[in-house]
Structure formats: C-alpha cells, structure tokens
C-alpha cells in the first residue's frame, strides 16, 4: 500500500514563495510518475504539474508554466520518494488545495490523469 502525505501549505501574499512537499512511503513495485492536482471552492480538480519516474520529463499547465517547478528525489530502495513543487510569484488565483497523486507510468512519461494514489491535500492561501 503506498500513502502519500502532503505538506508545506499556507498563507502567503501575492508575489510570495512556497514549496510544497509530497513523501510517498510503502514499497513501490513498479515505476511511478507523480505530480500535483488543485481544487479551488467551487471549481473542478486541475491538473498542476507532473514529474516522470525518472525525474527526466516534466508537465506543466499553462497557468503555471515559469512560476511553478516540480521535482522528485527516488530514494533507492524505491521505499520512500518524495516530490516537491516549487511555487514562485503566487497569484490569489493560484489559492486552492493541493493534492499529490502517483500514478504507474513508463519510466520517461510526466502523467498524472486519474492517479492510482492521492494524498489527503494542503492548504494554499494566496493574499492580495
């Protein structure tokens, strides 16, 4: 069983930094992309960022595109990976919570569409 844990969230002004971090732990048989979906009150889940297992191709929206970067560290028992999304010059729009998702993908591959595994979500709270 993988879980996925989230954190870094918060309140932050508009122009302001933050880095979320996502620890996968439970023993990962095959290769997994992951990446970060938001949900806003009142809007449908988006689609942010994704990284390949690799760490060699990433996705991004285009909302985010030049502010936002994802990465990964694969610990080498492939026992706990961690993904981090760097956030930079954040916009009250970007306000929303955030969630990490792993999903069984091609080693190359930057996906994440229905995901096999969520985590439970942090808060970001961008001020005008």
């Known amino acids: 069983q993988v879980q996925l844990v989230e954190s870094g969230g918060g309140l932050v002004q508009a122009g302001g930094s933050l880095r979320l971090s996502c620890a996968a732990s439970?023993?990962?048989?095959?290769?997994?992309?992951m990446g970060w979906f938001r949900q806003a009150p009142g809007k449908e889940r988006e689609f942010v960022a994704a990284?390949?297992?690799?760490?060699?191709?990433?996705?991004?929206?285009?909302s985010v595109k030049g502010r936002f970067t994802i990465s990964r560290d694969n610990a080498k028992n492939t026992a706990k990976n961690t993904v981090y999304l760097q956030m930079n010059s954040l916009k009250p729009e970007d306000t929303a919570v955030y969630y990490c998702?792993?999903?069984?993908?091609?080693?190359?591959?930057?996906?994440?569409?229905?995901?096999?595994?969520w985590g439970q979500g942090t808060q970001v709270t961008v001020s005008s």
């Open positions: 998702g792993a999903e069984e993908a091609r080693p190359d591959i930057a996906t994440l569409t229905t995901g096999d595994y």
């Open positions: 439970g023993h990962i048989f095959s290769t997994y992309a």
């Open positions: 990284i390949s297992w690799s760490g060699s191709r990433t996705a991004y929206a285009d």
